[in-house]
Structures are given as structure tokens and as C-alpha cells.
């Protein structure tokens, strides 16, 4: 994919903010953030990491602590939301009752007291960009989840707000549904040129619709950068362990030869990992390896372990395979399923290695 | 996708249960529906019996009946008289008589008194005329076309005498048989007062209620909870120590007089008690947690994401809240007003012991007619009236709330 994230040009801005709900426990701690125009970021993390109450601050459904957010240069972080102008859809969709599909979607327009004809007219529009025009008159309870989903949708973008704030909007929906809607949304995202912020704690979400990710936990952004960046190049163990597979090999530095890292494993054996900065001699790290990066085979290579075959799981376009090393540790190794790569038994001696670039020597 | 071979099936293999497995669901309330039939069926067919009974004068007068339909009847009608109370005093049954008859016609109940002390076998052997002459000798109403009309009224053992009475039809006269102004139960005016005392009271519980339910609703730390204490808190003493306590309050020198005087709002104590504004003060206090608990239940299921969807769409927190929150909490508020003006219909203690003699709703009129008055028949016709006035104003409402509260009743 082409990097197409927008130059930063500090549309959204989020500066030195804290939140906590109980005045001693930190929910968001000294949270930084530039959001670009038109970009489509997504903020991830597990439950409980501060992503949903950084989004309901730029809401304006909590009022940050500490520290200030601006739209295009203007404090908003005190602002009421409805004088924020920005779109927002919810989880479960919040879809009105007692309202059809149209005056749900046309809510937004009412209260900001636009002519009816007007009204009229942009709800039908938007109606006809997610697909719904035919059922306008329904009530919620009469649609599906799919369908419900993009009537929350309309309902954000009618009134043309340039930031759409998106919490976990598609969790309720099945697979195949919620691939689709992935599919929907970057494209809406894109015809009307929005800033999304999108929240969600599905990695494989965020992977492919986002622009930039950004991982929360515990309340911080530990990186901030596009897709690739993130899954390739990991800064820490938390994000390196959160965002897909990856082995994790425990060990203590004993050697930095330039970008080189030196860990002594448990069991005495050295592995050769790329040096990040919390690599220090002397101290614990661990290496991050993605199961792809592992090459195994039957005789022993430059650099590889010895290892026995644990398991070994077909998936259809890969085999998975699961290796005891010598100590206490193991790897999981993945290949793909049509390659002429060997099919390993249970219990069969292998050899697996790993480029030193493709390992990370992270913090413990 | 196809579906249809499986709705097929499935339709196919809907058939009727056996009797058995249908009334196994019905089971476990059983008991309770026992109960419903001895406490509730039995007697309101019990009342319903009493309100249409009417035997008195059937039974104690069987042959001067056939005289009673055109007014003051012949000399055999008379002759009939005697010969029918000469048999109802043996019988015992001229109690009864005098009281239904005195319904019927002023001074009734004298008439028969009096005639009951010269009735005997003697006056009945003589002849016809000479038998007139001494019954209307005995008390000259007699004479006059109001007591045979009283006595017609009652020919059959059942009428409507009491329904009719109840629901103020001018069912007394006057002794020449024009109707007389039973000025005292003004039945209408008793009923319109039940109704505006009961919609008033309603409507107060409903307008405090609905800020203190939804800020029970929406609040999820302590406030809340100390909110639905307080309450509930009136739930655990009785009703009759919370009408008291009003009294306490309320008297010329209770609390609120005491509070009025101290703050120079008024310059001497002022009549609180007794008075409809009482009356009203107390049922509110009793009534508001039935209002408020349907209102609670309903309010707490809207998701609080929908108020703040709405602020999102750019709409302030009133307008939020008037077009988003307060639509889906209608069901809520229709069940507690629902269940509050019912049970202001049928109020009694608190309007006796708070209110005054012109605050009194028709429960106290019930409980009058069947304590003191002994008019059992009148009593049951009333209760039958509220019944179905209640049930007439009620219906429509709670099926509009039964059909809105997508069962969580």
C-alpha cells in the first residue's frame, strides 16, 4: 500500500492531555496526538486502555483533566458537543426508537432547524450512499444489524461534519458483514475527504482501514504510525505482542555490536537480534520474531536452533507449527501451506532460524 | 440462501400440543389464580348480586303489589295491604320493609311503622272500605300516591333500584309522589370530585416524579441510590402513620403553621388541615413512588448513548432530551400515571382523615352505606360504578402501556 497519510498539518490537536474520572487513577495519561485532515486514524488497545475516553473527549462527552485539544488551531476541549460539529457513531448505534430511518437521519438537520424540503433532500442523498433508501420509512427494530449500522452512518455524515469519530461501530456484526462495512466506510471516508478517528480493539480492523494507528495502553500511545510501521517495526513489547502473532524470546544482552543485539537465553544458547533503544548490555530484553520470519528446516543452517515439533496445525493457506527449543521456551512458526517447505511430523528434529533484521530486541 | 425446506418442516411439526403439555407452562400459578377467584371473582360477584338484589318488598308485600302499579289503589288494594303485613310481621320482615320503603318515599319507614302497630288479624277480617279508612288512619301518607309508587318501585326481587340510585338518578319522592332533592349524596358531584382529585394528584406525582426518576435513572453512584431510598422509605411505614404524620404536621399549631408564622408568611396560623389542598398534599406524598418506580424501570432502559448521540447531531441538552429521552420514557410515565390514578379512585382514609366534609371521594361514601347506614344494596351499586369507571378510563391506557412496555412488566 502507498502511503497516503496526509502531511501533518495539526488539524486535530491533542496536547499534554490527562484524564481521570476519580481524581487518582489515570485513564489517559500525558496523551499527545496530531490528527491530520482528511486522514484516517485509528486509535487500538485493549479494553480499559484509554482509547474510548480520548474519543468521548474529542466528543465532548468527557472533559479532559488536564491539557487542551484544538480543531484548526481553536481550543474545543470545553466546548458542549453539539457546538463541536462533529459526527459520531456509536457502538450499538444508538439508533432512535421511536424515530423512522429518515428522522433518525434527518435528526441532525432538524435541530439545526435547516427547511424541510432541505432536509428532505439530504437525507435521501445520504440514504442512496449506504444503500437505504428503500427502507427511509422503516423503524430501528425493523433493520439488521448491517442495516442499522449504516443508518448510524447517514446520521453522522448528514449534517457534513469534517471529523467523524467512530467507536467500535461495527463489533456486533458477523465476519463477513463486518468485512463489507470495512470496505463501505474507507470508501465514504474517502469520497467525502473525512477525518475519521475510529475506534476499535480488532487488530485486523485497524490494520486495513486505517491510514495511521494509534495503540493505547494503560492510558498512553505507545506508537503512532501507519499499518506497516506498526506491524513491522514494533517499539515496544506490548505493542510488538498486541498487534498480530509474534514469539517472544526472553534473554539478557550480552553483546550490542553496532545495531546487533547479543541475548543469552535461559538455557545459555546466544540469539542475534536487531537493537532498539531499550536494549542495554547487561540488562533483560526480549526478542520479538513474527512467526513468518522463521525459517525451519530438517538440517541445521547458519544461525539456527534445534528444536523439536510440537504441533502442527493446518489453516488452510498456512501450517502453523509449534517447536520446543532446548529450554523452556517454544516458537511458532508459520509457512505457507502450498510451499514446497517441509510438512513436519509430531516429535521430528527441526532447525529454525531467523535473519537478525527481523528480530526485535525489545524491552523485557 | 433458500430457508423454505426448514420453515417447512418446522411448520409441519407444529401441531397441536397435547392438553397436558399446553396447561404445564399454567401450572405454577395455580395457586395464585385460586386466590384470584376466592378474593376477587367470588366477591365481585357477591357485590354485584347485592347491588341488583332488591326482596324486601317482594317478599313482605306479595298481594298489595298487584294493587301499587297506578297509585293510590282501590279499597281491595288496601284490604291486601293489611293482609300481607299481618303475615310479613309474623315473618319478622317489616324492618327490612320499612327501611326499603323509606328509599323509596319520604317518611316511608313511618308509614309502615305505623301501620304495622293497628295491622292484625281483626282489622283484616273487616271489610275493605272500613280497612282504608283505618290505614290511612293510621298515618295519612298512606292516602298519597308516593308510598304505592315506592312500593311498585320494588315489585321484582331484582332492579336497578340501587345501580339507578347510585349513578344519581332521582330514585326518592316526596309523599304526593314528586321527586324529592336527596340533597346530601350528590352522586355526580361526588364523582366529578374523585375524578379531579385523583387526575390532580396524578398529574402532581407525575410532574415531580419525572426529574426525581430520571435523575435516579441516569445517576449511577451514591445519589441514586440515596434517591431510590428516600423513595421508597414511605413504603415501610403505614399508610395510616403517613396520613397522621400529615396531621401533625398540618394542624393549627403543627409544623407548617409554626414554619409560615416564623418566616412572617403569614400572621396567624391559616386552616390548612381539613381542606382539599390536605387532602391532595397527602395523596401526592403516598402516592409518588408508584408513579416513579414504572418510570425508573422504563428510564433505565434507555441507553444513554442515544441522549449523546442526539448532542452529537448538534442538538442542546433540552432539545436532546425533550425529542430523544422523554418519547421513549412516555410508556414509563403512562404505566406510573396509570397506576396512580387507579388507585387515587379508590382512596379512603386519607381524604377522612385530612380532608373535609367537601373532599370526600366515593370510597368514603362506600364505607358510610356499609357501616353506618347499613344500605348494603347502594354500597355495592357505588363500588359496582367505580369498578367500571376505573376499568373505562383504565383500558385503553394499559393496553397502550402493555403494548409500549415490550414486556418489561
Given amino acids: 500500500m502507498l502511503d497516503r497519510t496526509p502531511p501533518d498539518d495539526g488539524h486535530v490537536v491533542l496536547s499534554s492531555i490527562t484524564k481521570s474520572y476519580d481524581g487518582s487513577t489515570l485513564v489517559v495519561r500525558d496523551l499527545n496526538l496530531s490528527i491530520r485532515k482528511g486522514e484516517f486514524l485509528t486509535l487500538l488497545g485493549p479494553s480499559g486502555s484509554g482509547k474510548t475516553t480520548t474519543l468521548m473527549m474529542l466528543a465532548g462527552f468527557e472533559y479532559p483533566s488536564t491539557g487542551q485539544i484544538t480543531i484548526d488551531g481553536a481550543p474545543v476541549h470545553t466546548m458542549p458537543p453539539e457546538k463541536r460539529n462533529i459526527g459520531m457513531v456509536f457502538q450499538n448505534y444508538a439508533l432512535f426508537p421511536h424515530m423512522t430511518v429518515a428522522e433518525n437521519v434527518g435528526y441532525g438537520l432538524k435541530v439545526r432547524r435547516v427547511p424541510r424540503a432541505e432536509i428532505d433532500r439530504r437525507v435521501g442523498a445520504v440514504l442512496e450512499t449506504v444503500h437505504l433508501s428503500a427502507l427511509a420509512d422503516r423503524r430501528p427494530g425493523q433493520l439488521s444489524g448491517g442495516q442499522q449500522q449504516r443508518v448510524a452512518l447517514a446520521r453522522a455524515l448528514v449534517f457534513e461534519p469534517s471529523i467523524v469519530l467512530m467507536d467500535e461501530p461495527l463489533g456486533a456484526l458477523d465476519k463477513k458483514l463486518r468485512e463489507h462495512l ?16 475510529y475506534v476499535t480493539h480488532d487488530q485486523y480492523e485497524a490494520l486495513t482501514m486505517s491510514d495511521r494507528i494509534a495503540i493505547f495502553n494503560d492510558g498512553r500511545v505507545q506508537q503512532l504510525g501507519s499499518a506497516e510501521e506498526i506491524y513491522a517495526r514494533p517499539v515496544n513489547r506490548f505493542v510488538a505482542e498486541f498487534v498480530g502473532d509474534n514469539n517472544c524470546l526472553k534473554g ?37 520474531i513474527r512467526p513468518e520470519a522463521l525459517r525451519m528446516d530438517a538440517a541445521p543452517f547458519a544461525g539456527s536452533l534445534a528444536a ?13 507449527t509449534v517447536v520446543d527449543l532446548a529450554g523452556t521456551e517454544s516458537l511458532v512458526v508459520k509457512s505457507a501451506a502450498h510451499s514446497a517447505a517441509i510438512h513436519p511430523e509430531k516429535g521430528q528434529c527441526v532447525h529454525v532460524g531467523w535473519a537478525w533484521e527481523d528480530a526485535w530486541a525489545l524491552d523485557a | ?27 405454577p400459578a395455580l395457586p395464585m389464580l385460586a386466590f384470584l377467584a376466592l378474593f376477587l371473582v367470588v366477591p365481585l360477584a357477591i357485590i354485584g348480586k347485592t347491588a341488583l338484589s332488591d326482596p324486601e318488598v317482594s317478599a313482605a308485600l306479595p298481594q298489595a303489589l298487584a294493587y301499587a302499579a297506578d297509585g293510590v289503589p282501590d279499597d281491595a288494594g ?22 326499603r320503603l323509606e328509599y323509596g318515599v319520604a317518611g316511608g319507614s313511618a308509614a309502615v311503622t305505623d301501620l304495622a302497630r293497628i295491622a292484625d288479624a281483626e282489622l283484616a277480617a273487616q271489610d275493605p272500605a272500613a280497612i282504608r279508612l283505618a290505614v290511612t288512619g293510621s298515618n295519612p301518607i298512606w292516602s298519597q300516591p308516593g308510598i304505592w309508587q315506592a312500593i311498585d318501585q320494588g315489585a321484582a326481587p331484582w332492579s336497578l333500584f340501587y345501580l339507578k340510585w347510585a349513578l344519581g338518578v332521582p330514585v326518592k319522592a316526596t309523599p304526593d309522589g314528586q321527586p324529592a332533592s336527596d340533597g346530601i349524596h350528590d352522586f355526580g358531584t361526588i364523582y366529578l370530585r374523585t375524578i379531579v382529585i385523583s387526575l390532580l394528584v396524578t398529574g402532581l406525582t407525575v410532574v415531580i416524579g419525572y426529574p426525581l426518576a430520571y435523575v435516579v435513572a441516569t445517576s449511577s453512584g451514591m445519589i441514586g441510590k440515596v434517591l431510590i431510598f428516600l423513595v421508597l422509605l414511605p413504603f415501610w411505614t403505614s399508610l395510616l402513620v403517613r396520613t397522621m404524620s400529615w396531621i401533625v404536621v398540618l394542624q393549627k399549631n403543627g409544623v407548617m403553621n409554626d414554619l409560615l408564622l416564623a418566616g412572617g408568611l403569614t400572621a396567624e396560623p391559616l386552616p390548612l388541615l381539613y381542606t382539599r389542598f390536605a387532602t391532595i398534599l397527602a395523596m401526592v406524598q403516598i402516592q409518588l413512588p408508584f408513579t416513579v418506580l414504572p418510570m425508573i424501570s422504563v428510564m433505565r432502559a434507555i441507553p444513554p448513548s442515544h441522549v449523546r ?14 425529542s430523544v429521552f422523554m418519547p421513549q420514557a412516555v410508556p414509563g410515565i403512562a404505566a406510573g400515571a396509570l397506576l396512580t390514578f387507579v388507585l387515587c379512585l379508590g382512596f379512603y382514609l386519607t381524604p377522612a382523615l385530612v380532608g373535609g366534609p367537601g373532599d370526600q371521594m366515593v370510597s368514603f361514601f362506600i364505607a358510610r352505606f356499609t357501616n353506618e347506614q347499613l344500605n348494603w344494596g347502594l354500597a355495592s351499586a357505588l363500588s359496582l360504578v367505580l369498578i367500571a369507571g376505573a376499568t373505562v378510563i383504565a383500558l385503553p391506557l394499559s393496553r397502550y402501556v402493555f403494548r409500549h412496555s415490550s414486556g418489561r412488566f
Fill in chain 2, 1 to 27: 440462501m433458500n430457508l423454505s425446506p426448514s420453515a417447512t418442516s418446522q411448520t409441519a411439526r407444529r401441531q397441536k400440543a397435547p392438553l397436558r403439555h399446553r396447561l404445564g407452562p399454567v401450572l
Fill in chain 1, 252 to 288: 539478557r544482552v550480552t553483546a550490542i555490536e553496532g545495531e546487533i543485539a547479543h541475548l543469552r537465553l535461559q538455557d545459555g544458547t546466544v540469539i542475534r537480534a536487531r537493537a532498539t533503544g531499550h536494549v542495554q548490555l547487561g540488562a533483560l530484553s526480549t526478542a520479538a
Fill in chain 2, 78 to 99: 288496601f284490604a291486601a295491604l293489611v293482609a300481607d303485613l299481618v303475615e310479613a310481621k309474623k315473618a319478622g320482615l317489616m324492618r327490612p320493609l320499612a327501611r
Fill in chain 2, 309 to 322: 448521540a442526539a448532542r452529537s447531531m448538534g442538538a442542546g441538552p433540552v432539545s436532546a432530551h425533550v
Fill in chain 1, 308 to 320: 523439536t515439533v510440537r504441533d502442527s496445525i493446518f489453516c488452510g493457506d498456512q501450517i502453523r
Fill in chain 1, 182 to 197: 470495512q470496505f463501505e466506510i474507507r470508501q465514504i471516508a474517502q469520497r467525502y475527504n473525512l477525518t475519521v478517528v
